[in-house]
């Protein structure tokens, strides 16, 4: 149904701005003195009598014979039945009972009248409906883009159901008292750099000890989180959490194999590559970046069904239009030549990445050099003391709130293989110059945009130096690059996931 049909609907039911005469029906002796004429042949459709005293009876022979002394036929009778019922249909279609609306409670005399305010369409009140639901979704502050993950969905889902009471929380914030942030941190970035993480490798010799697992490591995910976690769900009492971080699923088992009420689980999974921590059977429904993963997952006995292909969910903002020209002229950049946008973060030590900044200014190739230094001041401030050639512009930001514009017109990045970055390089379709990988995810990830043809890798500086210039030299391999990543199948991640949750929590 359009929304013009759905006007004319409403209008048809008698859903019209009312006058302070028509809020109230008419006097008997009023009524009787109108007779036949125009006005007596007023309409109140969709609205339903209440008698907040004494229960709805049938009129008595006297006020029928009446009714019928005022000319008031059958056939009028039926006619307002059947505009009535038209509109009863109409919120029927949307899950709604015919008397369940009470927006419009105008007393008078004992009784009031109950239904749709004037100038509010079906469509309006479409997200009320049904009851809300409450949604916590869990993130966890530990690198790789996680936090952005739960930003982003969290708004999402924000923007698209008005009638969903969502609360996001941030794992680190609920750790037992005996744990600390800074500690997690460093024993998640100790476990992702293990290769045994991904299974046994095919090796000749027996692993290392340090490339396999902790044996205590599900004994501390189990006590990482006491009373803080347990209370932040009992206090909202959500009937499903989105997961975006797999930190909290062995506290989650515990407590359900202890009996305790947990709510439905639905994993988003951020990471590009699925590791052993992410399989739990709390987990009912598994969102996923690719169908590789989707394969793995299946492979461990996870049912088809419950598994959606929806790739990595960023900011919003990656899939809204862009005026690329209008941002190139706001940043100052030279139209002639191509721009390389460098987020130096987790790479080394000030001085380390200064380095890296001054032996590609020794280069002199022509280039708009764009380097991000978050809020390291003191790195942004050695940045800017550096002298930079008449062929080349470099410009140094703080925290910036627009990477997404900063993006979109750039022709290469320079950066970490980290998870979320390289979604976000995706959905801007940025080739990127990948630095010095870590072993385990960054090193798979990678490995898989090495082979695709979208990313080079550059583990060393001499490597990140020759390749540079090759690539501004080369303008076509640049180009060839960006090319075979628009050709390669880019999900719509946040739309996708966004739409997917809808669906799982209504």
């Keep these: 149904m359009t929304d013009a049909d759905g006007i004319r609907d409403l209008k048809r039911a008698g859903r019209h701005e009312p006058t302070p005469e028509e809020l109230l029906p008419p006097d008997d002796d009023e009524r009787h003195r109108e007779g036949e004429g125009e006005n007596s042949d007023r309409e109140w459709h969709m609205v339903e009598e209440v008698d907040e005293g004494r229960p709805n009876t049938a009129p008595n022979p006297r006020e029928r014979e009446r009714d019928r002394g005022r000319g008031r036929g059958r056939g009028r009778d039926r006619d307002r039945d059947r505009d009535r019922d038209r509109g009863s249909r109409d919120v029927e279609e949307l899950g709604a009972s015919t008397s369940g609306i009470d927006v419009l409670d105008l007393p008078r005399g004992g009784e009031r009248r109950r239904g749709i305010e004037p100038g509010v369409s079906l469509r309006d009140l479409m997200p009320f409906l049904r009851p809300p639901k409450h949604v916590v979704v869990l993130g966890a502050s530990t690198g790789g883009g996680h936090t952005r993950v739960s930003h982003a969905v969290t708004e999402s ?40 993480l991904f299974g046994v490798p095919f090796e000749t010799s027996n692993p290392a000890e340090s490339d396999l697992l902790p044996p205590d490591i599900d004994d501390f995910l189990r006590t990482a989180f006491a009373e803080r976690l347990q209370q932040a769900l009992l206090d909202r009492r959500p009937e499903w959490v989105v997961a975006t ?41 598994w969102l996923v970046p690719s169908m590789d993963v989707e394969r793995r997952l299946m492979a461990r006995g996870i049912p088809r069904e419950a598994i959606f292909v929806t790739g990595i969910p960023v900011n919003p903002a990656f899939s809204a239009p862009i005026h690329r020209d209008d941002v190139r002229r706001g940043l100052g950049l030279r139209r002639d030549l191509p721009t390389i946008l460098v987020r130096p973060g987790g790479i080394g030590s000030v001085e380390r990445i200064t380095a890296v900044v001054t032996r590609l200014l020794a280069t002199a190739a022509p280039m708009n050099l764009l380097i991000v230094a978050g809020k390291n001041d003191r790195l942004r401030e050695s940045l800017e003391a550096l002298t930079v050639p008449d062929s080349m512009m470099m410009k140094a930001f703080a925290f ?44 798979r990830l990678a490995d898989r945009l090495l082979s695709t043809g979208v990313a080079l890798i550059a583990r060393d ?23 075979r990543m628009m050709a390669s199948e880019r999900p719509d991640g946040t739309t996708d996931t966004v739409e997917r949750l809808t669906r799982l929590i209504r």
């Design 157 to 196: 889902l924000r923007t698209l159901d008005r009638n969903m009471n969502l609360r996001e929380l941030d794992l680190l914030d609920l750790l037992a008292d005996e744990f600390r942030p800074a500690y997690v941190r460093a024993v998640l970035d100790d476990l992702a750099r293990r290769p045994a």
């Design 461 to 483: 500086d001499a490597t990140l130096e020759a390749e540079l210039v090759d690539l501004l030299a080369n303008r076509r391999r640049m180009k060839a690059m960006r090319e």
């Design 400 to 443: 910036v709130d627009n990477i997404h514009e900063l993006m979109a017109v750039s022709d290469l990045l320079v950066t970490r293989a980290t998870p979320h970055t390289v979604a976000e390089a995706q959905a801007s379709v940025l080739p990127m110059l990948l630095l010095r990988p870590a072993a385990g995810v960054e090193e």
């Design 245 to 285: 971080h797999w930190l909290a699923f062995r506290w989650l088992e515990a407590a359900d194999k202890d009996g305790v009420a947990i709510p439905k689980v639905i994993a988003v999974v951020s990471d590009p590559e699925i590791h052993e921590l992410w399989f739990s059977p709390v987990v009912k429904h």
